[in-house]
């Protein structure tokens, strides 16, 4: 399927093991799988997690340098990202716990040559912190292509971002944003909810 034909009801529902809990038509992807369900058996608080290859996310994950302090947005993530080095395709189960030693308690984690990840205690926290991760890699692919010299904002300011992040959502996470996007959700394409 498209990304854009899935639906509620074209999701697989599986277990730990991978093995489905509900009937289903589709097959479940194992490189998803084996990176998913590390993640899930390890942090009770990762309710969702979400993996993205987006291609200023790869672009930047490219980079040896990773993400760089250099925009609002790559301060609220660089308060709580960590990185997983390359392994090649995700099928490897001894790779799972080197995945969760790297990621920690982070809530977001860049994937080198490979993508992006987030987790969250729900759907809203985690796609919220990969609206802010993706945008982040996007302003930096963006700065990047000027051809001039970035300025980096300095480590006092990127030391109090976790505090400032807690303030600026209130302390709703995801909840800030989430209703007003299953809104836009509705008005757009209603069907993705079947």
Request: charged letters at 20%.
């Amino acid at each position: 399927m498209l990304f854009e034909e899935v639906t509620a009801s074209s999701l697989v529902k599986v277990d730990l093991h991978g093995a489905k809990v509900m009937e289903s038509p589709f097959d479940v992807n194992p490189a998803g799988f084996v990176i998913h369900s590390a993640i899930h058996a390890a942090r009770e608080d990762a309710a969702c997690v979400m993996h993205l290859h987006t291609p200023a996310g790869v672009a930047v994950a490219c980079q040896k340098e990773g993400l760089l302090p250099i925009s609002q947005q790559s301060l609220f993530v660089l308060a709580s990202l960590s990185y997983h080095p390359y392994e090649g395709v995700a099928l490897n189960e001894a790779e799972k716990p080197r995945l969760v030693a790297d990621l920690g308690k982070s809530t977001f984690l860049i994937l080198p040559n490979h993508g992006l990840l987030t987790v969250g205690r729900s759907i809203a926290d985690a796609f919220l912190a990969m609206y802010t991760l993706e945008r982040a890699c996007e302003i930096q692919v963006i700065a990047q292509s000027g051809g001039g010299a970035l300025i980096p904002i300095a480590k006092p300011i990127l030391d109090g971002t976790r505090a400032q992040s807690a303030a600026v959502t209130r302390g709703l996470g995801g909840q800030l944003a989430w209703p007003a996007l299953l809104r836009k959700m509705d008005r757009l394409d209603p069907g993705y909810r079947s």
